[in-house]
């Protein structure tokens, strides 16, 4: 079983619409959590932190559900320049070390 | 500030040869480390540097050397190049490991 699993998509929906994501990871022991965003052939970014309690930015709510170990991040009223890769990343070990999902894709439709 | 920056963006080899890409930062990261992306398989830690002169392995180390001579570079250096090295290398740095990371733009590698 991969450490960090995110379904890859693509997930196609219409401009306005609401989606989410979910990726689960194997470690329970897991310390942080982020969501990263990547565009075609570009470097990722970072787009959130993932909070114990969730955490809101703007039309972007990530949430982590410690007991079922996944995290899950919702984006409302979809904008066409939301179309992007979004990454989830665990940190893990007492090296603190990264790893990151392969990615989900989402492409916002006109 | 420039960020991150990564020479060459583009690189095609033959199987066997070897070369270096470069990496440097002017935040003033400790923590530093590239990273390999290939399809379905998302970005896998091929090294990384806490601080000048401390290097270790990554989930996939076999193949590359680096070194961390200073606190602003951080080279990777592919041995003998194999088609299995075809890529895009992301190097990226932080304050600490788990903070925020900040990736350069990116290399990407062509070995035949």
């Known amino acids: 079983r991969k450490e960090v699993e995110q379904d890859p998509g693509p997930f196609n929906v219409p401009e306005g619409a609401t989606v989410a994501f979910n990726c689960t990871y194997s470690?329970?022991?897991?310390?942080?959590f982020f969501w990263y965003r990547q565009d075609c052939r570009k470097e990722p970014k970072l787009l959130m932190s993932v909070y114990s309690s969730g955490n809101e930015d703007g039309r972007f709510t990530a949430q982590l559900n410690r007991a079922s170990q996944y995290i899950s991040l919702l984006i409302r009223d979809s904008k066409l320049s939301d179309s992007a890769t979004y990454l989830c990343v665990v940190v893990s070990g007492s090296a603190r070390q990264l790893t990151f999902g392969s990615g989900t894709q989402l492409t916002v439709l006109p | 500030n420039a960020g991150v920056t990564q020479t060459p963006k583009f690189q095609v080899l033959k199987t066997g040869q070897s070369m270096t890409l470069q990496c440097a930062q002017d935040m003033n990261h400790e923590y530093m480390s590239w990273y390999r992306q290939d399809p379905g398989m998302g970005l896998r830690l091929i090294h990384y540097?806490?601080?000048?002169?401390?290097?270790d392995q990554g989930e996939v180390p076999n193949g590359y050397n680096v070194s961390r001579s200073t606190t602003e570079d951080f080279p990777l250096r592919l041995l003998s190049a194999a088609p299995s090295q075809t890529s895009v290398y992301f190097c990226a740095s932080s304050y600490r490991s788990y903070n925020e990371q900040f990736f350069g733009p990116g290399t990407r590698l062509t070995v035949l």
């Open positions: 540097s806490v601080g000048a002169g401390i290097t």
């Open positions: 470690n329970s022991a897991s310390q942080s």
